[in-house]
């Protein structure tokens, strides 16, 4: 099953060296007849779910893929799941799939840096990369994943480091799970989620969750606007280890006895954010992302909440179990 949602991989600048193009102008037939041309061996069910860049992706978007996915797992007669999707909030889709799927049929994320009437496209190649991947029996019980750049990254780790590279998709804290080509496909190691159901109900809806990005000379006055507009949930952004000055951390830890969940992330590339260095966590309240950046921080805090989890430690729980 090829579920569609636009992006740059079904792009067209209308020239092969213009900068500029829209996202989501060719249609999921039309690419899958290209992809059967190559002479893979699949047979492959297009079905349109968008057509839009995956900056504009959201709960309508999340709550079509995630009914497919469930029916095309519990259709006998589908091997693998396949996502043609943006490359700017890809990670953030694989991981909500991921959190909410079980971990059986391959779900396989796969997009393009490059539109497809440009010089030097790769989208053609990641598609048919995401075939061989999602077709393979060695797939199966790994999760949801990404297919980007020649490399397969699991949803956990994955993540957008550059902005326009062919090889933009980077993971951590593991790299790839595999190498592959539309020739080849060569795992790293055995798949480790056996068995393994998903980890939160799909919600009836996603909370306000927001991200605050740290920046010195930051005063109080952020965090209060992000509280009065609703937020049920905040992630910090911050310096170094998820750290911000004094202000940002008084103002999100009044936020906190108000009922409001926060959790403390990095605006660095990769890392680890531990509890209780600069900032006491057990005192003012606060949970810490680990490995987690941002964005994916903002999804699994949205599952938390809208599965009744606010609680410092139980989201902190969480947030270690990920």
Not at 145 to 158: E, L, N, P, S, T
């Amino acid at each position: 099953m090829v579920l569609a949602t636009g992006g740059t991989i079904a792009g067209s600048a209308g020239s092969a060296i213009a900068r500029a193009y829209e996202p989501g102008q060719i249609g999921i037939a039309e690419m899958v007849a290209e992809v059967r041309a190559l002479g893979l061996d699949a047979e492959l069910i297009p079905v349109e779910i968008a057509a839009i860049g995956s900056q504009d992706i959201g709960w309508p978007e999340w709550a079509r893929l995630h009914a497919e996915c469930r029916a095309a797992q519990a259709d006998p007669a589908i091997d693998g799941i396949i996502i043609t999707h943006g490359t700017d909030t890809a990670e953030e889709t694989a991981w909500l799939l991921d959190l909410t799927l079980a971990a059986g049929k391959p779900v396989v994320l796969v997009g393009a840096m490059r539109p497809a009437d440009a010089v030097g496209s790769d989208g053609m190649r990641n598609f048919a990369n995401a075939v061989r991947v999602a077709s393979d029996p060695q797939a199966h019980d790994r999760g949801v994943m990404v297919v980007m750049g020649d490399a397969v990254f699991a949803a956990r780790d994955v993540r957008k480091a550059a902005t326009s590279s062919i090889d933009a998709f980077k993971g951590f804290p593991r790299g790839p799970l595999a190498r592959v080509t539309p020739s080849s496909l060569d795992w790293f190691g055995p798949p480790d989620r056996t068995g393994s159901l998903a980890r939160y109900q799909w919600p009836d809806t996603l909370p306000r969750v927001a991200i605050l990005h740290a920046g010195a000379g930051m005063d109080e006055m952020p965090v209060q606007a992000l509280a009065a507009i609703g937020c049920r949930g905040i992630v910090l952004a911050g310096m170094g280890q998820g750290n911000a000055p004094a202000a940002v951390l008084d103002a999100l830890e009044a936020t906190r006895h108000a009922g409001v969940a926060i959790v403390r992330s990095s605006r660095v590339d990769e890392g680890i954010v531990e509890r209780n260095l600069e900032v006491d966590d057990d005192a003012r309240g606060f949970a810490v992302a680990r490995a987690l950046g941002p964005a994916k921080s903002r999804i699994l805090l949205m599952l938390l909440v809208a599965s009744g989890i606010s609680d410092p430690a139980e989201v902190q729980a969480a947030f270690d179990r990920a």
